[in-house]
């Protein structure tokens, strides 16, 4: 008696069931239950994701302590490295500088701007020529009496410059140089123009009589608290020398300077 069932075909033998040989098995048909649907089927077959352990391999760990290879560098070479690193970077920034100097002196050629400390001081005929000082300005003196004036240093520093210009002057005589080849501002003969009297000039001449105002006012005051005592004041002795009082317009404008100046 045989059966025939899905896996294959059964047969019965003298009462033995028995499997049929695999030529003689029918191949299955393709049905929706034997198939597997294209949704489902695997388009790739993913890689491990186990991950990978950082420990290395046990031979190369065995390799490293039998060998004993350390790591490190010829401390002589590094700083060979680091002494031609330096001397690398002076000379580039030698380089750079002279070249910006180069840059900075061609654009002030190019504006036509001269720089007088680079050309040093005046000279003729192999001598230098002295600066005349400069007068100072109206609202650089305060005016309090200070132990260094302005004023003072102004005055030593034209006396110097007189003293200068006396011994270029001899010097030039010497040399046997005419004085019409002599600059303008050290010839003997120069014409001197009148200038008015300047505000310096009435400043301190009123200063100075505000000065003298006040001394003799402290002395007479010193003088009359001596004779206080029962006793006609003595009136301090004049002194011979006329005292120089100055002007009303004097005072005036150097009242005008005092109150009005930019200070």
């Excluded at 590094?78 to 500088?97: D, N, Y």
């Excluded at 003729?124 to 009496?145: A, I």
């Excluded at 034209?158 to 140089?177: C, F, N, P, S, W």
Aim: hydrophobic letters at 35%.
């Amino acid at each position: 008696m045989i059966y025939m069932t899905r896996l294959g075909r059964r047969s019965f033998l003298n009462g033995i069931p028995t499997l049929a040989t695999p030529a003689s098995v029918a191949p299955l048909a393709p049905t929706s239950l034997t198939r597997i649907p294209d949704t489902l089927a695997p388009t790739f077959i993913p890689e491990s994701t186990t991950p990978r352990s950082d420990v290395p391999d046990t031979h190369h760990l065995i390799q490293r302590k039998k060998n004993g290879v350390r790591g490190g560098q010829n401390l002589s070479e590094r700083w060979r490295r680091l002494e031609r690193s330096l001397r690398g970077k002076e000379a580039f920034g030698a380089h750079r500088g002279a070249l910006m100097e180069q840059r900075d002196s061609a654009v002030s050629q190019a504006r036509g701007i001269v720089d007088k400390k680079k050309h040093g001081p005046r000279m003729f005929r192999g001598l230098v020529l002295p600066e005349e000082p400069k007068e100072p300005q109206s609202d650089e003196c305060c005016m309090s009496g200070c132990a260094i004036c302005v004023y003072d240093l102004y005055t030593a520093a034209r006396e110097d410059y007189t003293h200068a210009v006396d011994a270029l002057r001899v010097a030039l005589d010497a040399k046997g140089v005419s004085e019409e080849e002599w600059p303008a501002d050290i010839q003997r003969t120069k014409k001197k123009s009148m200038k008015p009297q300047s505000s310096r000039d009435v400043s301190m001449n009123t200063f100075e009589a505000l000065e003298r105002a006040l001394r003799e006012k402290r002395e007479s005051t010193g003088m009359g608290q001596e004779g206080s005592g029962g006793r006609s004041p003595v009136r301090p002795l004049q002194s011979k020398q006329p005292v120089l009082l100055a002007s009303a317009a004097d005072i005036l404008e150097g009242l005008r300077w005092l109150v009005f100046s930019n200070r």
